[in-house]
Each structure stands twice: as C-alpha cells, then as structure tokens.
C-alpha cells in the first residue's frame, strides 16, 4: 500500500480529485459505502475512518505520556508518528488533542485528560476530511472548539459561547493566509490562535509556539514563502 505523506492517495500514491459534487464509493480498504467528494485519479477512495486510524490510538499515548505544556510541542510530537499522513481527517483530533495535553499539564488536571481525549476523539472525528474547502470551515480550526467545549463541559444549553469565538478566531486566522490546503499549517494557527485566546480569556497559559515547518517537502501544495511557518524543510 502506497503512503499519503504527500498527501496522495493512501492505495497507489497517485494525486487525490475533490469534486464539487459527491458520489457514491466503496473504501479500499474496509469496503464501507460513503459518499463523498473526495477520490483519487485512479478511482481508489479511502474513508476517513480508515485514513486516520494509524494515527489516533498511538497519538492518545503520547499525550497521555506528555508533561509538556505547549501545545505546538505535543503536536509536532505526533505529526511525526508513522502512521500520521500529510494530510487527512486525524488533524481535527491532533488539535483538540494536543490542546488537553497542554492544557492538563499546565492546570494540573492530568487526572482528567485521559476522559477529556476520549470526548474530543469522539467529537472530532465526526469531522469530514475536506471541510475547509467544503463546508467553509477547517477543521483543525473545529478541532479547538472542539477541545475548549470538553475542558469547559460546554452543552448547547451554556457555555458555548467562549467555544464558538475561539473557533471563529482560528478560523478567520486561518482564510486569512491562503485557501490552498494544508492540515499541517492550519494546526499550527490554530494552536497559535488558541494559545493567545485561552491566555486572553484567563483560562491557561501554555507555551508560546515556536513553529518552523520541517512538512513542506512532503506537500505537494506547499505555499513557500507565504507560509507562517515556511523555513524548516
């Protein structure tokens, strides 16, 4: 089986299509029926399920394991595990995941990350890959929101409101550098956004991200120099 590092397909490598308009496919790979917009040049589709479960049980451990209170830290942690691709569905859940970890760690409620990380894996994973382009919204941007409604134990009934204006925040932060995917850029304003909002809104102070892109020669996409966080690769 082909990587999706560069951000391809997961079954032959070859370049992903998004259509405006959603069908009908079979995953390759565990034969669910799913419409979507998403599939590759050579027919293969892959669900978001399948796409992401090489990333999310080992992503857990390491934050259960983390003592570290920034978030960009933890992130690149779990950017760099093998089964982490270039681009997909399981950034929505490093997000909310790496915010806990901080977040627990700084505040001292470790005790409570473990249910915390099951809450946003449950959420986030309900994001469908593609929904900054689809829906107008991305979702590493969600992924914040998402993490600030389970340390908050926000409902629809309270609470919400700190939640959607954090995710309004990374949001307009990220369609303010480029509409040109990248899950790996648009973590990092996200983490970026929230770690000011949470410090702004007297919630936590973690660590300031000291972001250096060490992804862009595996994205096909990459925007060079007008990338926040151009200069690793």
Not at 101 to 130: F, H, V
């Amino acid at each position: 089986m082909a990587t999706a590092k560069s951000g391809g397909c997961l079954i032959c490598g070859a370049p992903l299509e998004y259509r405006t308009a959603a069908t009908l496919h079979k995953c390759a790979l565990c034969g669910r029926p799913v419409v979507s917009s998403i599939i590759c040049e050579h027919g293969h589709y892959v669900c978001d399920k399948c796409h992401a479960d090489g990333a999310i049980a080992p992503a857990k451990l390491l934050c259960l394991n983390s003592q570290s209170c920034a978030p960009w830290e933890i992130a690149l942690e779990i950017m760099r595990l093998e089964g982490v691709n270039m681009h997909g569905p399981e950034h929505h859940v490093i997000v909310g995941f790496a915010l806990a970890a901080a977040y627990c760690n700084a505040s001292g409620r470790r005790a409570q990350l473990p249910k915390m990380l099951n809450t946003i894996e449950k959420r986030a994973e309900k994001i469908p890959g593609g929904t900054c382009g689809y829906w107008g919204a991305c979702g590493a941007g969600l992924g914040a929101g998402v993490f600030l409604s389970a340390a908050l134990g926000a409902t629809p009934l309270g609470g919400g409101k700190l939640c959607n204006q954090l995710t309004a925040r990374c949001l307009a932060a990220i369609a303010a550098v480029s509409d040109v995917r990248c899950c790996k850029r648009n973590v990092g304003i996200s983490l970026r956004e929230a770690v000011a909002f949470l410090r702004e809104n007297s919630i936590a102070e973690l660590g300031e991200p000291e972001i250096l892109c060490e992804f862009s020669g595996r994205n096909a996409e990459c925007i060079g120099d007008e990338c926040p966080w151009r200069g690793g690769a």
